[in-house]
C-alpha cells in the first residue's frame, strides 16, 4: 500500500510503499477512505512529542471501511464505516482507565504515533476504540474525530459559561461554534490580528463577535478556549474573563507561559487542559453532531500532497480542516 511516514524532526514526509498487515485478535483491518490532518500532527513531525524509534505514519482521523476482522471482533460488519480517533488503546486497569479518565492512562497508545494512522491506504485499528460513524461522506466525518471531540471535551471543561471566547479559528473551533451556537452560547472568535478572512469565517458560523487575539473582548466572558498553541495567550485570555472564569488549554503542545501577575488569576479564575479524549467523548459527541447538525469545511488533498496540506495547516490558511481523500481504486494487492 501507499503511506506517508515520518522522517526527521521538520523534514518533509516521504511517501513510501508499506506491507499491509494482517488484523491480530481484536483488530479490524480498514480500507482508509479520508484522514484529517491536524495540528497535532505537526508536533509530532516537528518532534516536539517525545520522540518514536520507527518512521511511524501520522493521522488519528481514520474514516476507514472495514475489511477484514481479527479474532474476538464482536462489533463492526464487513464494508461497515467506521471512524478511528487519537486514543488508539488503554490498559484498562490503571486509576485512570477505572475510575472514567481513560484519557490520561499512562499506557494509552495513540493511533498516528504509536500505531500506525490515517496517512496511508490501510489502516489496522483496535475495535473497541473506534466509533460507528453517523451518515456523512468520508471527508466530512474526518474533522468530526479529532477536531470535533476535542472541542467537545474542551466545551464541556469550560462548563455552562454562556459567554465564552475561542482562541484560534481553525479545524476545532468552526465545529464548536456550530454546537455553541445550537446550544444558545454566545461565541466571541479569536484570530490571528488583522486575519479578516478568518473573523468573516467565525461571524457566518455564528459568532457574536470577532477580533485579533489582541483584542479585547465587548464585555467580559464566563471561559475561554485555546485552541492556538500560543502559550502568551493564556495571559490574553485570563484578561478577557471575569471572576470564576475558566480557561481552557486545549492543544496537545504548547509555547511557554509567559510570567503573569497574580491578580489576573485572583478570583477563583481557572486555567485548566484538556488532554486526548474518552470513548464517552466521542460517543455523546457523535450522537450530538448531526443533530446540530455539524457541517463541516474542508480542504481536500490526495496522499501525495500531504506535505502541502501540513504547511497549509501551520499557516492558518485553510478555512476549516484539511483532509487527506485516498483513491477509490487502492487494492489490496497494491
Ligand atoms: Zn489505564
Ligand atoms: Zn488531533
Redo the contacts with the bound molecule.
Keep these: 500500500m501507499r503511506a506517508v511516514q515520518l522522517a526527521g524532526p521538520g523534514r518533509p514526509l516521504p511517501l513510501v510503499m508499506r506491507e499491509i498487515c494482517k488484523p491480530a485478535p481484536g483488530q479490524i483491518l480498514l480500507r482508509v477512505l479520508a484522514c484529517g490532518v491536524c495540528r497535532t500532527d505537526l508536533h509530532i513531525v516537528d518532534g516536539e512529542l517525545p520522540r518514536l524509534d520507527r518512521p511511524a505514519i501520522p493521522g488519528h482521523e481514520i474514516v476507514g471501511e472495514v475489511i477484514e476482522r481479527g479474532a474476538q471482533v464482536e462489533r463492526f460488519g464487513i464494508g461497515e464505516r467506521v471512524g478511528v480517533p487519537w486514543l488508539g488503546s488503554?490498559?484498562?486497569?490503571?486509576r485512570?482507565?477505572r475510575t472514567g479518565r481513560?484519557n490520561l492512562?499512562?499506557?494509552?497508545r495513540f493511533t498516528g504515533y504509536h500505531i500506525d494512522g490515517g496517512y496511508a491506504e490501510f489502516a489496522l485499528a483496535d475495535a473497541r476504540y473506534c466509533f460507528a460513524l453517523p451518515g456523512y461522506a468520508p471527508q466530512q466525518a474526518a474533522p468530526l474525530l479529532c477536531a470535533g471531540l476535542i472541542g467537545y471535551r474542551a466545551l464541556s471543561v469550560a462548563g455552562d459559561a454562556q459567554k465564552f471566547g475561542i482562541y484560534g479559528f481553525g479545524a476545532a473551533a468552526h465545529i464548536v461554534a456550530q454546537v455553541a451556537h445550537f446550544q444558545g452560547r454566545k461565541l466571541f472568535a479569536f484570530t490571528r490580528p488583522g486575519d479578516a478572512e478568518a473573523q468573516r469565517f467565525a461571524l457566518d458560523l455564528g459568532a457574536a463577535w470577532a477580533g485579533g487575539s489582541d483584542a479585547t473582548p465587548p464585555e467580559p466572558l464566563d471561559a475561554a478556549i485555546l485552541f492556538a498553541p500560543v502559550g502568551a495567550l493564556v495571559p490574553a485570555a485570563l484578561r478577557a474573563v471575569s471572576e470564576g472564569g475558566t480557561v481552557v488549554c486545549a492543544g496537545i503542545h504548547m509555547s511557554e507561559i509567559p510570567a503573569f501577575p497574580c491578580e489576573i488569576l485572583w478570583g477563583e479564575r481557572r486555567v485548566v487542559s484538556v488532554a486526548n479524549l474518552t470513548r464517552r467523548d466521542g460517543e455523546e459527541f457523535l450522537a450530538l453532531a448531526p443533530g446540530v447538525p455539524v457541517r463541516t469545511s474542508v480542504e481536500t488533498f490526495p496522499l501525495e500532497r500531504t506535505n502541502e496540506a501540513l504547511a497549509r495547516v501551520r499557516e492558518g490558511r485553510i478555512n476549516g480542516a484539511a483532509v487527506l481523500v485516498m483513491p477509490e481504486r487502492a487494492a489490496r494487492s497494491s
Design positions: 488503554t490498559c484498562g486497569d490503571c485512570y482507565c481513560e492512562c499512562d499506557g494509552a
